[in-house]
């Protein structure tokens, strides 16, 4: 079974920086694709930035430049390092995947993926 650990979330002060973890089992192979998405309440499930196993990846452009994907050797721990972070970027973070690489203009689209984890909660104040 695959499953998805979100781990790292946390209060952090507005401008401050914070890494988010997500630890997958359960996917093998090269065929894989993850994403970290954000939902605030109120408001729909956003894209932030996916990775996938051959390295491409993509970070949307309301956090470009502040928001890095990557993942260890192993390819099962997906980071998302978070830095000048503002209280628009509070929300709970979830991390998704699919095994199968997603073409570039899919990575960030919600039903693209078929696995979830629970989630993990960043609030900037």
């Known amino acids: 079974d695959v499953q998805l650990v979100e781990s790292g979330g946390g209060s952090v002060q507005v401008g401050g920086s914070l890494r988010i973890t997500c630890a997958a089992s359960g996917l093998s192979g090269g065929s894989v694709s993850v994403a970290w998405f954000r939902q605030a309440p109120g408001k729909e499930r956003e894209g932030v930035a996916a990775i996938r196993r051959d390295e491409t990846s993509r970070v949307a452009d309301s956090v470009k430049g502040r928001f890095t994907i990557s993942q260890d050797n192993t390819k099962n721990s997906i980071h998302l390092d978070m830095t000048n972070l503002s209280p628009e970027d509070t929300a709970m973070y979830y991390c998704?995947?699919?095994?199968?690489?997603?073409?570039?203009?899919?990575?960030?689209?919600?039903?693209?993926?078929?696995?979830w984890g629970q989630g993990t909660q960043v609030t900037v104040s």
């Open positions: 998704a995947a699919v095994p199968v690489l997603l073409w570039y203009g899919g990575l960030l689209i919600p039903d693209e993926y078929k696995h």
